[in-house]
């Protein structure tokens, strides 16, 4: 881990390096898939020392080695040469352990290049497919820019849904009436 | 030395006054002396009369002492008298005198003091009625006092106790209805709950989704 202040540091060298649109979105996707490869968690090992992260972050391993596992698995993900360039500078100052902070920071900073903006939209069931988009053009006008949807279930909600924007979050959930009501009658 | 003195200065003073005659009495009178001499000669004369003077050295014809002599005498041993034993002798009843007089008059004093100590303690045996009523009475409006003073306090105390009471009651009334409508509430919520569980449907949901929908195209986010 590392602080926030840094992780952004990091995330607007890397978008320095990307000289359009397309390449920053490359490089979000191999971020996000690094991250990825890092959260993997082998059960059988529940110190989970030899989880990639912690290798990677150990400082009891070599150099050398560390870098050659790090660049099997930016083969593995498809990283281009500049990527692979930036996570060698990470890996050499000890931030390896911060590309988590690092990618958010960075996927922020390239929705907002891109115009983009991330929802979570929570309902009691799967939303059907029209339900969807018709949520996405909403937030869409709303935002005035285009959003990346992400449904979730939670059947507490009992029905309805809740939306979150940003710093924003549109209720409309059987489960936050039902609460209101409680305080209403409470008081 | 001065137990001494008085020992001594008394025995010295009976022995001259005692001592003295005797002497005097133990010498032959002169009159004895001038007859037994006429009985052995005329040739004596008898002399008669008072003798004024006669030699002190001694050698006088007749042996009579002269009166001036032995006024002399008198006088002379008056002052000896006088420097040892009639001084002291003064002077020891001056101290006496003086020792009785203090006595008396402590004995006076005392006698005075008893006398008023008599006249206060028949005073005060005299008032102790009047004392004993008058205790009585202050008692009495003592107690009365406290009684109340005690009776004041227990009422305040109690009252104390009482609003403590009425206060803690009040509280638990409180907490005791806040948990019953919290109770009542949660069940009502919770049967609320379970009916719209069993009633909620597709149709709701998309019911739901549209309000959703048409509240949000009609509102503008900041660009966060």
Request: net charge neutral; hydrophobic share 45%.
């Amino acid at each position: 881990m590392i602080n926030g202040s840094l992780a952004k540091r990091y995330a607007r060298a890397l978008m320095s390096l990307a000289p359009n649109a397309a390449t920053r979105d490359r490089y979000l996707a191999t971020l996000g898939d690094f991250t990825t490869a890092c959260k993997t968690h082998d059960d059988a090992d529940p110190s989970g020392e030899s989880d990639l992260i912690n290798v990677l972050d150990a400082g009891h391993h070599t150099l050398a080695n560390r870098r050659a596992i790090l660049h099997a698995v930016l083969r593995k993900v498809g990283a281009d040469p500049n990527m692979v360039k930036f996570f060698d500078l990470v890996l050499e100052r000890g931030r390896i352990s911060g590309t988590e902070q690092i990618f958010l920071h960075y996927r922020d900073l390239a929705d907002e290049a891109a115009g983009r903006i991330r929802a979570t939209v929570k309902t009691a069931s799967a939303l059907d497919p029209s339900s969807t988009t018709r949520i996405k053009g909403a937030l869409e006008q709303a935002t005035g820019k285009t959003v990346l949807l992400e449904t979730k279930v939670d059947p507490e909600l009992i029905g309805g849904l809740v939306a979150h924007v940003g710093s924003y979050t549109l209720d409309r959930s059987v489960r936050t009436s039902l609460d209101k009501l409680r305080s209403s009658l409470r008081s | 030395m001065n137990a001494m003195n008085r020992i001594l200065i008394p025995l010295s003073a009976a022995l001259v006054v005692w001592a003295a005659p005797l002497v005097a009495l133990a010498s032959p009178p002169h009159g004895e002396e001038a007859a037994h001499d006429a009985g052995h000669g005329a040739e004596h004369h008898v002399s008669e009369g008072i003798k004024w003077i006669s030699n002190p050295i001694g050698g006088a014809e007749d042996g009579r002492t002269g009166f001036i002599i032995i006024i002399a005498n008198f006088v002379g041993l008056f002052f000896i008298l006088n420097a040892i034993l009639f001084r002291g002798l003064r002077k020891m009843h001056k101290e006496k005198t003086d020792a009785i007089r203090t006595e008396l008059n402590r004995a006076t004093a005392a006698r005075a003091e008893a006398d008023a100590l008599v006249k206060e303690y028949e005073a005060k045996l005299g008032s102790l009625e009047t004392e004993v009523e008058d205790i009585r009475a202050a008692a009495k409006k003592t107690a009365a006092a406290e009684y109340d003073r005690i009776l004041a306090e227990a009422k305040e105390q109690a009252e104390k106790i009482r609003d403590a009471g009425v206060r803690a009651a009040e509280r638990e009334a409180a907490r005791r209805r806040a948990e019953l409508e919290n109770a009542i509430v949660e069940q009502a919520v919770a049967k609320a709950e379970a009916a719209i569980r069993s009633s909620f449907g597709g149709a709701d949901q998309r019911r739901l989704v549209d309000a959703w929908v048409a509240e949000v195209t009609d509102t503008q986010l900041g660009a966060n």
